[in-house]
């Protein structure tokens, strides 16, 4: 369920990313924000979303953990 959420952000921010990459993102975002554990972490998250603040900061999350990925995988090939 929680997963939908992230889909829903990604789409919006026009991200498409293979099934194991956004779990390991859910899982990196929920722990960066604090939300782990948390009985209705589907729920935080799309008010997180709703929040202009928030969203602002997920946002950079995300774009900021893309560009680590890319760096990853281009010393991954070299």
Known sequence: MSLLVLDFILNNMRIWLSENEKRQLYN???S???IVGAMNECKILEDAWRDPFYRYEIENFIKSWLRKRRKETIEIYR
């Open 28 to 30: 990196e975002l929920i």
């Open 32 to 34: 960066y924000f604090g």
